[in-house]
């Protein structure tokens, strides 16, 4: 199977590279081994609620082209979602997301779920040692 | 289009296709027929087949045509495995042989055969001692490719071959990518089978040969109608023999020329390369490789990203061997070559060719730099400067 349109447009221009400075977490997955890392930042906010949410969130990726399009499109799905909504996000809602990956492709996909998962852990993990210092 | 990966295959010859045109309706003829179409139809093929001769310095009797690279090293190997085995059950081979080979010799090990596979060096030379450490009285057949497709390597066939001999052990090289590349006389490389594919020098695809020399102890895989000398059955592929013969002359008359042409080429694309990106590591023989084919690893980044943005800028250029693309393992040429996964995922190949221009290269030099910047901005491990 090839990649769908959707993957390689995603390639092509992908939405929110780079990294933040600052970030309140960062999830790093992957195996430069196995050819493909994820590192996900986000920086958590509030919304009218006081919900926390996922004010920005930047990816850095090595990988091939499904693991870009998937890291684009994870940041895209999760970008201003409350952190609950966020964990929620599943490797399926990617792959729907992009019209599908070829089989071999679809670790790219759970890779960008643990990567974010992880990332909203280490907030979670930052804020809780914070909270225990006060 | 910039096509850049002659290795996989290459553009038919128009005077190729010309050709052959006349043998799928005029001379559409069987040559196993007795009539006058089809015996001019044996001709046709008898002088195709010295043609192919010709270009290798061997014997027209000792060509057999083949569907392919991949039916003559399954040929040469099975072949003499099969006809052999009351001998020794024992082959040696190498680590970084086309899959056409590996597989074969995994299929033979499955019922009962050995497989020694000999390790390279860094640039992918096989070592010559192992060979000689890992023959035994059971060893029937060394197959060897002549260069490798990955990285370009030409292996001392020479000097394997002498060894071979002295150990009165039959010797089969996979020189699908030297043959119309470089001059070959089997004479004097000294193997028993030599593979060849009309489609890796303007001829089309689907048609090879394999080169046997007189006397060899070799079984049949194809039965049929016995053409061939009853070695090879099938009916004659007669466009495909027709067009792997005019390839061949064609070869044979222009090979100088155009391996300087583009030895030029590629000599030149590397120079670029290694001035225009940092952190390149360029793979295979530094002077002991074919001239045509260039293959490198751009450090923190994927190859299959690099080769879909050169796709989108329609620059064709593959990532290892396009055989190797279903698979999430890097090449095992480039692994073979103690060459880490990390580094392996990143590699590029381009393989230039007779419709290369200058200006190929100079797109390539101008628009590689760019994607290479592009992807290492979002890769985790690309220090930015």
């Not at chain 2, 002077?287 to 064709?316: A, P, R």
């Not at chain 2, 797109?363 to 220090?383: A, C, G, N, Q, Y």
């Amino acid at each position: 199977m090839d990649y769908t349109e959707k993957v390689l447009e995603y390639f092509r221009n992908p939405k929110n590279m780079g990294r933040i400075e600052n970030a309140d977490g960062i999830g790093k997955v992957g195996n430069p081994i196995c050819g493909d890392v994820m590192w996900i930042y986000i920086k958590v906010g509030k919304n009218e609620k006081g919900e926390e949410i996922v004010e920005d969130i930047k990816f850095e990726t090595f990988g091939c082209a499904a693991a870009i399009a998937t890291s684009s499109v994870i940041t895209e799905i999760a970008k201003g979602k409350t952190l609950e909504e966020a964990e929620k996000i599943s490797n399926k809602d990617v792959v729907e997301f992009l019209g599908g990956l070829p089989p071999i492709k679809k670790h790219c996909s759970l890779l960008a779920e643990e990567g974010l998962k992880s990332a909203i852990e280490d907030y979670r993990k930052r804020a809780k040692e914070k909270n225990e210092k006060l | 289009m910039i096509y850049l990966d002659y290795n996989a295959t290459t553009p038919t010859d128009p005077r190729v296709i010309k050709a052959m045109k006349e043998y799928f309706f005029e001379k559409f003829g069987n040559p196993s027929s007795i009539y006058e179409i089809a015996r001019e139809n044996r001709r046709d093929i008898e002088k195709a087949r010295e043609k192919v001769a010709d270009l290798i310095d061997a014997n027209s009797d000792e060509i057999f045509f083949t569907s392919g690279g991949t039916e003559s090293d399954n040929w040469a190997i099975k072949g003499v495995a099969f006809a052999l085995k009351d001998k020794g059950n024992h082959i040696i081979t190498s680590q970084i042989e086309h899959h056409a080979v590996l597989n074969t010799c995994k299929f033979l090990n499955k019922i009962g055969y050995e497989i020694t596979y000999v390790p390279v060096d860094k640039y992918g030379v096989v070592d010559i001692d192992f060979i000689k450490k890992a023959i035994k009285k059971e060893t029937i057949l060394i197959t060897i490719m002549h260069a490798n497709n990955e990285i370009g390597t030409i292996q001392p066939i020479e000097e394997i071959a002498k060894i071979a001999k002295e150990n009165n052990i039959y010797f089969h090289s996979d020189c699908v990518q030297t043959v119309g590349k470089i001059p070959i006389s089997v004479k004097k490389l000294g193997v028993d089978m030599l593979s060849l594919s009309a489609h890796k020098f303007y001829g089309p695809k689907g048609v090879g040969a394999i080169y046997i020399r007189k006397g060899t102890k070799i079984e049949t895989l194809i039965h049929g109608g016995e053409q061939e000398k009853g070695k090879r059955s099938g009916t004659y592929n007669v466009p495909g023999i027709i067009g792997l013969g005019k390839a061949a002359e064609i070869a044979k008359e222009e090979m100088e020329e155009e391996m300087k042409r583009v030895k030029y080429l590629r000599d030149k694309l590397e120079k670029g390369i290694i001035e225009k990106i940092p952190e390149i590591v360029i793979n295979g023989h530094p002077e002991n490789h074919l001239y045509n084919t260039l293959n490198l690893c751009v450090k923190y980044i994927e190859g299959e990203s690099i080769l879909l943005k050169l796709d989108f800028e329609k620059i064709y250029v593959s990532s290892g061997s396009a055989c190797t693309s279903g698979s999430l393992e890097p090449s095992h040429v480039l692994l073979a070559c103690g060459i880490p996964h990390e580094i392996a995922h990143g590699s590029l190949r381009f393989s230039l060719g007779k419709y290369n221009k200058e200006e190929d290269v100079d797109k390539v030099l101008e628009v590689l730099p760019k994607i290479v910047e592009e992807l290492r901005k979002i890769s985790p491990f690309w220090e930015k400067k």
